[in-house]
C-alpha cells in the first residue's frame, strides 16, 4: 500500500526543490531523512516536511488499520515536484519600462512504500 502526503503552492520554485527530490528518490525513509537533515537548502527543509507528514500518514491506525509498519521498512517511491502558479509583478525601471516578475510556486509530492510489498 503507498502512503502519500503533498504540498501545494509551496513558495519556492519547483526547480530549486528537485535537486532534493532526485537525492531522496528510491532511498529508504530513514535514510532519506538523514539526508534532508544535513542540506543547508531552504527545499530540504520543504521536503523533509512532507516526508515526516508521509511517514506520519504509514503510521496512522485509521489510515492503516490492523498493521504496524516501521519507518525502515519504508521506501520512497514517488518524490515528485511539479511547477504551481505563478504570483506575477511589475517592476519598474527607467525610462517608463517595467519588467516582469515571476513569483514562482510549487507542489510537492512523496510517496511511501513498504518493502515487504515491493
Not at 35 to 55: D, F, N, T, W
Not at 64 to 71: A, D, L, Q, S
Request: glycine fraction near 8%.
Amino acid at each position: 500500500m503507498a502512503f502519500k502526503a503533498s504540498h501545494q503552492h509551496a513558495r519556492m520554485s519547483a526547480r530549486k526543490v528537485r535537486l532534493m527530490a532526485d537525492m531522496i528518490r528510491g532511498k529508504f525513509a530513514d535514510e532519506a531523512l538523514d539526508i534532508l537533515k544535513y542540506q543547508p537548502h531552504r527545499g530540504a527543509r520543504l521536503l523533509e516536511k512532507v516526508l515526516k507528514s508521509a511517514i506520519g500518514n504509514a503510521q496512522d491506525p485509521e489510515q492503516n488499520p490492523g498493521k504496524t509498519v516501521r519507518v525502515e521498512q519504508l521506501v520512497v517511491t514517488d518524490a515528485r515536484v511539479d511547477g504551481g502558479p505563478m504570483f506575477k509583478r511589475i517592476r519598474p525601471v527607467s525610462r517608463g519600462m517595467a519588467y516582469g516578475i515571476k513569483r514562482r510556486t510549487s507542489h510537492i509530492h512523496v510517496g511511501l512504500t513498504d518493502i515487504s510489498e515491493m
